[in-house]
């Protein structure tokens, strides 16, 4: 839209969404001083960042350091190189390269600390570290944040059950989302608005001036004197887009916060100009299906076996979350599928569900799990064929005897065994499925966001098809394409890189 009406406020900065990206983004801006304001449609903050485990993918860091974890920025480059090859070099080597800057820029702010977490690179690749490139923020005292607190989205398993929030620090997500709203607060230059809604940009000889916002009083014009930084998440939640874009998956399989993220900034993006790229990838994972309907990020197996409708096994179970969703994603016959285990957990799965309040009674009761005597009578609960149900597992615990999995080479990686019980032999992750009763439960495809968008460069300006930047208009987080396409190279990726993307675009604001 372009600009032939008079302005209703302005600030030099309009950041759009309130994920870590966009508070990133805020933050910056306004730390450089900028005038800067935050809109947010919902009425809380911090979207699927809140829910997140807050692990953030940052290289070659003071954080490392600190911690006596030999890491460097060559050594990062190094492995994204060994699995990417020559996919998006100079916007990768950018985030790597501005790392470990955004987080000594971060921790100097009282406000915001960070310490290193183990967690293996994903890639059994050249240069990854079995321990991991990641850092999470330190827990967030309630009375430090004050009633900001009541701002910050709830954890997942509290939000998506409308549950109160408990007492207590804030912690992974929410910490993050705390920690950046404190900082931000503080700098004194930051004004946010909830249930505030970007509905177009304005543009006028080419460049983006402001933004149109829906707010409960109606539209708004807001004039942006240095640009708007559009960072809020992809388009996961509106099944016609992913329908449109190939991006497999469902908008109700979807980790992110119910019907937030529908691509609205992506699409406004487009009217300005901005092309986009990627919009059939998103960050994949495996899904346990819910009573409710929608499904919980499920990772971490220890044991079991999956199978498909014909009862085979066809990959490592123990494959990082976006492996094993994009193993799914080029079979939707495997969608839904059945995840078999047996009484040996206790009756519950064995691995780690995000959220994980429902109790097997409830997924008894729906059907979301069937619970069998035997094997035949699991096979017939689930419609698997009984002989290939019945060879699967066999041939899986012989695995088990020998701790090699023929396969699929599941626990050959140090990602597999991370989760596994050491102590467990011959082969950790190779737990026999032999203890009546026995469990099915049923999967599909989730994912924790779209990672299509807007076409950015390395400073997340966004560009048009010919190559050329907008000016005043930045994408970041899930709003933009991320340079990793279609890799998840580490734990935090999402995170570590919408923070870097968002730092490097405030820093170019009124160079
Ligand atoms: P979001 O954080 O979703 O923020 C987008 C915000 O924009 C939302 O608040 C939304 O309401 C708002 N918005 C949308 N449209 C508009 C509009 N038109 N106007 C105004 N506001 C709007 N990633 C990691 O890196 N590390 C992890 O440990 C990790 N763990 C995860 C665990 C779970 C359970 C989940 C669900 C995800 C996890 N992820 C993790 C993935 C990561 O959280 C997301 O991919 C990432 O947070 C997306 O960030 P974003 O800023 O793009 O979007």
């Not at 050491?422 to 026995?438: C, K, M, N, R, S």
């Amino acid at each position: 839209m372009s600009n032939n009406q008079a302005w209703d406020d302005e600030y030099e900065v309009v950041v759009v969404g309130s994920g870590a990206a966009a508070l990133a983004g805020a933050y910056s801006s306004a730390r450089r001083g900028l005038k800067t304001l935050l809109v947010e449609k919902t009425n809380l903050l911090g979207g699927a960042s809140a829910y997140s485990g807050a692990s953030c993918w940052l290289p070659g860091t003071q954080v490392q350091q600190r911690a006596d974890v030999e890491d460097s920025s060559e050594s990062a480059k190094a492995y994204l190189k060994a699995v990417m090859g020559d996919h998006e070099v100079e916007r990768r080597e950018a985030f790597v390269d501005t790392a470990p800057e955004l987080v000594e820029f971060f921790e100097s702010d009282p406000a915001i600390e960070f310490y290193w977490t183990a967690f293996p690179d994903y890639f059994n690749a050249h240069e990854s570290k079995p321990l991991g490139r990641s850092m999470m923020p330190v827990d967030l005292p309630r009375e430090e944040i004050g009633e900001l607190a009541d701002l910050v989205r709830p954890l997942v398993e509290y939000d998506r059950y409308n549950q109160p929030h408990p007492e207590g620090p804030l912690t992974a997500g929410q910490a993050l989302i705390g920690r950046l709203l404190l900082a931000l607060t503080n700098t004194g230059n930051g004004t946010i608005q909830l249930e505030t809604e970007l509905v177009d940009l304005v543009t006028e000889d080419g460049r983006v001036t402001g933004a149109i916002v829906k707010d409960a009083e109606g539209i708004r014009r807001i004039h942006a004197t240095e640009g708007v930084i559009l960072g809020a998440g992809g388009f996961e939640a509106n099944q016609d887009l992913r329908t449109v874009n190939g991006t497999p998956g469902n908008s109700g399989w979807t980790m992110a916060p119910a019907g937030a993220n529908i691509g609205t900034a992506i699409r406004a993006g487009q009217k300005a100009g901005g092309a986009v790229e990627q919009l059939h990838q998103a960050w994949w994972c495996p899904g346990a299906a819910q009573p409710k309907g929608n499904a919980a990020f499920a990772l971490g197996f220890r044991g079991g076996v999956w199978l498909d409708a014909n009862g085979k096994r066809f990959a490592n179970e123990c494959l990082p979350y976006d492996q094993m969703g994009r193993v799914l994603a080029a079979a939707p016959e495997r969608i839904p599928s059945w995840f078999i285990f047996d009484s040996r957990f206790g009756g519950q799965m064995p691995g780690i569900m995000r959220p994980f309040n429902t109790s097997p009674q409830e997924h008894l009761d729906a059907g979301t799990w069937v619970k069998a005597d035997t094997l035949e009578e699991l096979a017939a609960a689930t419609g698997l064929p009984a002989d290939a149900l019945q060879a699967s597992i066999e041939r899986f615990n012989g695995f088990t005897v020998t701790g090699v999995d023929e396969d699929f080479h599941r626990g050959e990686n140090p990602y597999d065994q991370f989760f596994a019980d050491p102590e467990y032999g011959p082969g950790p992750t190779l737990i026999p499925v032999d203890q009546a009763p026995f469990y099915a439960a049923r999967m599909v495809l989730s994912d924790l966001g779209t990672k299509g968008g807007l076409r950015t460069d390395v400073d997340a300006r966004v560009l048009r098809e010919d190559g050329t930047a907008i000016e005043g208009l930045y994408a970041v987080g899930n709003t933009s394409a991320s340079f990793s396409g279609g890799f998840y190279p580490g734990p935090g990726t999402p995170l570590g890189s919408g923070m870097v993307f968002a730092y490097r675009a405030a820093q170019t604001l009124k160079a």
